[in-house]
């Protein structure tokens, strides 16, 4: 996926959020506003991460290459700016998605629809409310009944795939059987 560009970003969250673009951009200026402001001190944007301001301490450097390779050099204080990742962010970007299909009543072609929409772990699955998933399921015309997909997904996040295997066992098509 290319580079989205602010455009892009604001529309994006114009759509999400059923608000006029022009309100995002400025709800987007006021937060930026604002975290500028507040750097100093830490800014904690939730779900996403922390800006702080630290201060680099004067040190001493030995130089590996050029004209003054083996000399030691004074390197000044200063001030850098510093991002850390919140748990989730790093969680939602980095932690490798997981093979939905092993839930009964998920098939290829559902797996990657819940994908594309922002599931694609068991954790997220588990944590998603069944009327959510029915709408992603009725917005792409796709059949399945998701009552027990989340009782699934916790059981495989939780590497419990003997249990799993049970629970499918009394299952058909991902229903209970009554």
């Not at 560009?5 to 951009?25: N, P, R, Y």
């Not at 001493?60 to 000399?71: E, I, T």
């Not at 932690?95 to 997220?124: C, H, M, W, Y």
């Not at 009944?145 to 699934?152: F, M």
């Amino acid at each position: 996926m290319a580079k989205m560009t602010k455009s892009e970003i604001l529309s994006a969250l114009a759509d999400k959020t059923g608000v006029q673009k022009k309100v995002v951009d400025q709800v987007l200026d006021a937060l930026a506003e604002l975290a500028y402001a507040e750097a100093k001190n830490e800014f904690t944007l939730p779900g996403i991460g922390i800006i702080a301001l630290s201060e680099r301490p004067a040190r001493k450097m030995l130089m590996r290459f050029g004209p003054k390779a083996g000399q030691e050099i004074d390197v000044p204080a200063k001030k850098a700016l510093k991002f850390r990742f919140a748990k989730a962010a790093k969680e939602a970007i980095l932690v490798p998605s997981d093979d939905l299909a092993v839930v009964e009543g998920i098939g290829p072609k559902i797996a990657e629809t819940l994908n594309r929409a922002g599931i694609q772990s068991f954790n997220q699955l588990a944590a998603t409310d069944v009327e959510k998933l029915r709408q992603i399921l009725s917005e792409n015309q796709l059949p399945g009944d998701p009552s027990t997909w989340a009782e699934q997904a916790a059981l495989a996040a939780e590497g419990k795939m003997d249990e799993l295997k049970k629970l499918q066992d009394e299952l058909q098509g991902g229903r209970r059987v009554v």
